[in-house]
Each structure stands twice: as C-alpha cells, then as structure tokens.
T-cell receptor, first 113, second 113 residues
Framework: DVKVTQSSRYLVKRTGEKVFLECVQDMDHENMFWYRQDPGLGLRLIYFSYDVKMKEKGDIPEGYSVSREKKERFSLILESASTNQTSMYLC????????????FGPGTRLTVL | QKEVEQNSGPLSVPEGAIASLNCTYSDRGSQSFFWYRQYSGKSPELIMSIYSNGDKEDGRFTAQLNKASQYVSLLIRDSQPSDSATYLCAVNWGGTSYGKLTFGQGTILTVHP
C-alpha cells in the first residue's frame, strides 16, 4: 500500500525560527513535491525534486528551500519563518507509470506566531 | 503564468442528482488532466485522470475533456452524501515538467439527503 508520511500534523513556531518539515515515501518514487494550501487559493507548488539532490522551484519558492539527500526523503525548510507562512503544507510523491498519480501525505498545519 | 480556474462554489445538489464540476485552463499545450477529491481535514486523493478528448467513465464518475475549448469537467451521477468534499482540478503542462501540476482553487460540493 502506498504510504507518504510527514513528520508532524501540527506545528507552532515563532517568527524568525528555522523550520524543518520532513516527508518520507516508501514507494521508490523519483519525483516528490511540496505544496501549501490556503483557503480560496488551492494547492500551490513550492518546490519539487525529480531525483536525489535534484530540485526545481515551483510557483512560490520565496522564503523556502528544500533538501533531498536520499530518494525516500524530501525536506522543506523555512529559513526564517514569517506569519504569512502560516498554512497547511502537503507533500506528494509521484508514480510516473501509466497512472501518473501523485500521492499525498496527511499534511502539516504550521502556525507561525 | 499558466492558470487553472474552477467554477465558483459552493455547489449544493440533492442526493441522487448529477453534480457537474467545471475547470478551464490557459495553455493549449497541456497534456494531462486530473480530478482530486479532498474531504475536510484530509489530503487530496486522485479520482480521475484524462489525457485525450472525449469522455472517460469510472463508475459514477465521468471526466470530459475538450482541448479545443480548453476545459475539463467532472460529472458525478447519482450523487451521495459521501461525495460531499472539495474537488480539485489539476493540469500537467507537459514537456519536461516531471509531472508538475497546477491546481485550481477547488469547488466545494455538498450533497444533501
């Protein structure tokens, strides 16, 4: 069974803190993604990785960085958290077979005070 | 900026009716199209994908694609209260995008008994 896990369901941080969000998939997928979801805005792509150590910016990369040292793990880093980064963060892993499905983790609700 | 727009909601239909969800996209070169369902407090899950013009049926769900008019729709027949969720349209722009998706803002569907 497909499984994408995220390190925390809920996280509260202070402005200026460095924040790490972890995502792990057990499906040997090459492509992984980080989105944020805000009411009325849908899911917006922050960064994605198409292989180990390979990454590309998505639509809203400002204020974020990523790390992919191992195939199964993709980390999102908020270098200096700000209140406008309060959001739901969703990680996804892509099966690029004929189904081309993205499988999502349960999400991390981040609040920056 | 490539855009995906969904019909504004929320959409409310009675049990047993047909629910119609619509989505338009800005790039004629788009190659693949997806409908995700997201229950409240949960992460999105793929329910339909479509790649060529016409209809694709899967149980009570039918996806329709018209590339000339740049729209994709999802019909849910015999709607059930369990179909109440947010439906997200997503587009893969193709090329070497590694499965990168752009999502619409979502349409909230409520099926009332």
């Amino acid at each position: 069974d497909v499984k994408v896990t995220q390190s925390s369901r809920y996280l509260v941080k202070r402005t200026g803190e460095k924040v790490f969000l972890e995502c792990v998939q057990d499906m040997d997928h090459e492509n992984m993604f980080w989105y944020r979801q805000d009411p009325g805005l849908g899911l917006r792509l922050i960064y994605f990785s198409y292989d180990v150590k390979m990454k590309e910016k998505g639509d809203i990369p400002e204020g974020y960085s990523v790390s992919r040292e191992k195939k199964e793990r993709f980390s999102l880093i908020l270098e200096s958290a700000s209140t406008n980064q309060t959001s739901m963060y969703l990680c996804a892993s892509r099966d690029h077979s004929s189904t081309d499905t993205q499988y999502f983790g349960p999400g991390t609700r981040l609040t920056v005070l | 900026q490539k855009e995906v727009e969904q019909n504004s909601g929320p959409l409310s239909v009675p049990e047993g009716a047909i629910a119609s969800l619509n989505c338009t996209y800005s790039d004629r070169g788009s190659q693949s199209f997806f409908w995700y369902r997201q229950y409240s407090g949960k992460s999105p899950e793929l329910i339909m994908s479509i790649y060529s013009n016409g209809d694709k049926e899967d149980g009570r769900f039918t996806a329709q694609l018209n590339k000339a008019s740049q729209y994709v729709s999802l019909l849910i027949r015999d709607s059930q209260p369990s179909d109440s969720a947010t439906y997200l349209c997503a587009v893969n722009w193709g090329g070497t995008s590694y499965g990168k998706l752009t999502f619409g803002q979502g349409t909230i569907l409520t099926v009332h008994p």
